[in-house]
């Protein structure tokens, strides 16, 4: 199993900017699906986006084009780059990885708290 850890978040002021890291241990990163999913107070975990062994990326209509996912093989990071923030960013943003093969996620971060005030 490969071990997550995000990093990063913070209280940011609308069309602010901020840079979430994914660290994993035990496996390496690019071995997996990589995704970040969010949950705000009182509403249902929300998938982000996700990049691919092979580095293809996909997101979620509400944050294309604002979010871009990317990945250090080096560094065995994924990033979570978030531009022109709103406060309907505000949550708990997770990493999450699985094998390509798999239907579910099953290993996750702890997770990193995002504010962004009006």
């Known amino acids: 199993q490969v071990q997550l850890v995000e990093s990063g978040g913070g209280l940011v002021q609308a069309g602010g900017s901020l840079r979430l890291s994914c660290a994993a241990s035990?496996?390496?990163?690019?071995?997996?699906?990589t995704a970040w999913f969010r949950q705000a107070p009182g509403k249902e975990r929300e998938f982000v986006g996700r990049?691919?062994?092979?580095?293809?990326?996909y997101y979620a209509d509400s944050v294309k084009g604002r979010f871009t996912i990317s990945r250090d093989n080096a560094k065995n990071t994924v990033y979570l780059q978030m531009n022109s923030l709103k406060p309907e960013d505000t949550a708990v943003y997770y990493c999450?990885?699985?094998?390509?093969?798999?239907?579910?996620?099953?290993?996750w971060g702890q997770g990193t708290q995002v504010t962004v005030s009006s």
């Open positions: 990049i691919s062994r092979i580095g293809n990326t």
């Open positions: 035990r496996r390496t990163i690019n071995s997996y699906t």
């Open positions: 999450a990885a699985k094998i390509e093969s798999a239907s579910v996620y099953d290993n």
